[in-house]
T-cell receptor
Framework: DAKTTQPTSMDCAEGRAANLPCNHS???????VYWYRQIHSQGPQYIIH???NNETNEMASLIITEDRKSSTLILPHATLRDTAVYYC????????????FGGGTRLMVKP | NAGVTQTPKFQVLKTGQSMTLQCAQD?????MSWYRQDPGMGLRLIHY???????DQGEVPNGYNVSRSTTEDFPLRLLSAAPSQTSVYFC?????????????FGPGTRLTVT
C-alpha cells in the first residue's frame, strides 16, 4: 500500500485559507486520495476524495499534482470549528480495501 | 437515520474479562469495519466485513472476534481483555464496492482495561 507523509501540525488564522499538504510519492495508478478529519474525541468525518483531477465540494477543495505524487487540501475560509486532525489516505476502490490512517496533521485555527 | 451507533460509550474491564462492543447502522451499507485509536495515534483497522456472513482481518486482529449475521449489526468481541486493549474503538460503515471512499463513523467506545 502507498503511504502518505503529512506535517505533524499547522496553524491558520480564522477566515484565511488553510492549505494542508500531503506527499504520496508511491501512489499506484488505481489508488485514490482521500481526506478525512477528526474533531477532538469524535469519529472521523469524510471530507473529499480524488483520483487525478482537482475536486471541490461544499467543505473543501483537493488539488492533486499532475504526477499524483502529492496533493493539497484547501479549506477556503477556515473557522474555529475546523480545528481538527486531518488525515490524507491513499487507497484503491476495490472490495475489502479498507482505509489506513496515519498520524495526520493537527490543524489549529486561531482567532 | 441514526447513522452508525455504538454501545456502550464507556466501559471499564478487568484483565481477563470478556465483552462485546455493539455497532449498528441503518443506512443499508454493505461494508462495516472496526478501528482502534490509541492516544495520539491514527486509527488502525481491526476487522472488516464486506457483507453479511463475510468478515476478514485488518491490521491488528489479535484478541478480537467479529461476526456479521445481518447487514445492520457488526459486533466486536474481546475474548480476554488485556491492558494493551485500552483504547477508543470506532465502528464505520460504507456503501459497497466502488464506493468505499466515504466511510461513516460512529461516536466511539472508550474502553479501559485495568
Amino acid at each position: 500500500d502507498a503511504k502518505t507523509t503529512q506535517p505533524t501540525s499547522m496553524d491558520c488564522a480564522e477566515g484565511r485559507a488553510a492549505n494542508l499538504p500531503c506527499n504520496h510519492s508511491t501512489i499506484s495508478g488505481n489508488e485514490y486520495v482521500y481526506w478525512y478529519r477528526q474533531i477532538h474525541s469524535q469519529g472521523p468525518q469524510y471530507i473529499i476524495h480524488g483520483l487525478k483531477n482537482n475536486e471541490t465540494n461544499e467543505m473543501a477543495s483537493l488539488i492533486i499534482t499532475e504526477d499524483r505524487k502529492s496533493s493539497t487540501l484547501i479549506l477556503p475560509h477556515a473557522t474555529l470549528r475546523d480545528t481538527a486532525v486531518y488525515y490524507c489516505i491513499v487507497s484503491a476502490h476495490n472490495a475489502g480495501n479498507m482505509l489506513t490512517f496515519g498520524g495526520g496533521t493537527r490543524l489549529m485555527v486561531k482567532p | 437515520n441514526a447513522g452508525v451507533t455504538q454501545t456502550p460509550k464507556f466501559q471499564v474491564l478487568k484483565t481477563g474479562q470478556s465483552m462485546t462492543l455493539q455497532c449498528a447502522q441503518d443506512m443499508n451499507h454493505e461494508y462495516m469495519s472496526w478501528y482502534r485509536q490509541d492516544p495520539g495515534m491514527g486509527l488502525r483497522l481491526i476487522h472488516y466485513s464486506v457483507g453479511a456472513g463475510i468478515t476478514d482481518q485488518g491490521e491488528v486482529p489479535n484478541g478480537y472476534n467479529v461476526s456479521r449475521s445481518t447487514t445492520e449489526d457488526f459486533p466486536l468481541r474481546l475474548l480476554s481483555a488485556a491492558p494493551s486493549q485500552t483504547s477508543v474503538y470506532f465502528c464505520a460503515s460504507s456503501y459497497g464496492a466502488g464506493q468505499v471512499y466515504e466511510q461513516y463513523f460512529g461516536p466511539g467506545t472508550r474502553l479501559t482495561v485495568t
